[in-house]
C-alpha cells in the first residue's frame, strides 16, 4: 500500500508538472537584463522580448536590473522562483566576471539552466593608422621584434575585450602593454590619438572606413559583415578567437524541461523572422538560435577559456 502510494503521488506531480508546462505561460514573463536600458545589450534584449511575446501570445516585459558589471540583476534571476516567468539575458560578461570577479556570488552552469543563443557581436584587431603593419603576420612580427613596446587599451581591467586581447597575446606568443580605460569610448579614442597601438573592439567600422583606424582580422566562425573583407583569426591560424561577444537567454536552475523546450522554441522561431534579423544585425550583432546543449556547451568552452588565461597569467588582473 505505501508503495503503491509513492507511485500515486509520483504519478500526480508528474502529470502536475506537464499540465504546467503545456498551459505555459499563464501570466506576463520578466525579461531581467542586468545591463541599463539604452545600450546594444538592452537593445539586444528588446527586439527578443518583443518577438518572445507574439510567438508564445503572452507579454514579455523588459526589467533593467543594472549594476555592479551586471551581477546585481544576474543576482536576481538567480534568487527568482524556477517557474519560468522571470529569465536572464546573458552575455559574454557573464562568463568573464564569473573567472575574474573573486566574490561573483553566482556560478553560470549550476545556477542557471540555458535556453538558447540569441546573437554574436564579433570583434576585430583595430590599430593607429600609423602602425609598421598592412596585415595580422605583419602585425604580429612587428610585436614580436618590440617584445613589451606595443600597448593595447580596453574597456577596463577584467572587461571582456581586455580577456579577448590577452587570449589573443597567448595564442601567438606576443608581448604587449595594457592601458586600461573607463569605457569603450575612451579606449577607442586612444587609438585614434595614437596613444596605444591597438585594442580588440566589437565597434570601430567608421573609424576604419575613415582611415583613421586599420583592421587586420576579426572573431568568429566566419567572416563578419561589418568588415567583409577582413578575414577571420581562424583563417590566418590563430584558433581559440571565434567567439567574443554573445547574448543568450537563461532561467533559473531547476526550470521545469519542458518549459525550457517551450522557450528555446520561442527563441529559434524568433530569430526566424525578418525583423528580428534586420533589427540585430543594424546594431552589428549576427542572429543565433539552437539547441540548449548548444548554449551549455558555448558556456562550457566559454569559462575553459578565461580560466586558462587567468591561470597562464594572474597578474593581469593586478594592473
Excluded at 51 to 68: C, H, K, M, T, Y
Excluded at 154 to 165: K, R, V
Excluded at 168 to 181: D, N, S, V
Amino acid at each position: 500500500m505505501h508503495h503503491l502510494i509513492k507511485i500515486l503521488l509520483f504519478a500526480s506531480i508528474f502529470f502536475s508538472v506537464n499540465l504546467f508546462a503545456q498551459i505555459y505561460p499563464l501570466k506576463p514573463i520578466h525579461l531581467v537584463i542586468p545591463w541599463p536600458a539604452g545600450g546594444v545589450t538592452d537593445v539586444v534584449g528588446r527586439v527578443i522580448a518583443k518577438q518572445i511575446s507574439i510567438e508564445l501570445e503572452s507579454p514579455v516585459v523588459v526589467d533593467n536590473r543594472a549594476g555592479a558589471s551586471g551581477k546585481i540583476g544576474t543576482e536576481f534571476v538567480k534568487r527568482a522562483p524556477a517557474d519560468g516567468y522571470t529569465l536572464l539575458l546573458g552575455n559574454g560578461v557573464m562568463s568573464v566576471i564569473s573567472v575574474v570577479d573573486p566574490s561573483p556570488n553566482y556560478d553560470p552552469q549550476k545556477d542557471f539552466v540555458s535556453i538558447s543563443l540569441i546573437s554574436e557581436n564579433p570583434a576585430a584587431l583595430l590599430t593607429k593608422s600609423s602602425i609598421n603593419a598592412t596585415n595580422l603576420s605583419e602585425f604580429i612580427d612587428l610585436a614580436k621584434k618590440n617584445p613589451g613596446n606595443l600597448t593595447f587599451s580596453s574597456p577596463g581591467i577584467g572587461s571582456t575585450f581586455h580577456m579577448l586581447t590577452e587570449l589573443f597575446k597567448l595564442q601567438t606568443g606576443i608581448e604587449a602593454k595594457h592601458i586600461p580605460y573607463q569605457g569603450s569610448t575612451p579606449a577607442a579614442n586612444a587609438v585614434l590619438s595614437a596613444v596605444v597601438d591597438f585594442q580588440i573592439e566589437s565597434t570601430g567600422k567608421q573609424f576604419v572606413d575613415s582611415g583613421q583606424m586599420k583592421v587586420f582580422a576579426v572573431t568568429g566562425t566566419k567572416r563578419w559583415f561589418m568588415f567583409p573583407n577582413t578575414p577571420t583569426f581562424s583563417e590566418l591560424g590563430i584558433t581559440g578567437l571565434e567567439k567574443a561577444s554573445w547574448s543568450a537567454l537563461f532561467a533559473p536552475s531547476n526550470t521545469p524541461p519542458q518549459i525550457i523546450s517551450k522557450l528555446n522554441q520561442a527563441v529559434n522561431d524568433s530569430l526566424k523572422r525578418t525583423s528580428v534579423n534586420s533589427a540585430l544585425l543594424q546594431y552589428g550583432y549576427s542572429p543565433l538560435g539552437g539547441t540548449t546543449e548548444d548554449l551549455t556547451n558555448h558556456l562550457s568552452i566559454d569559462l575553459q577559456k578565461w580560466k586558462r588565461v587567468v591561470k597562464t597569467n594572474p597578474e593581469i588582473l593586478k594592473q
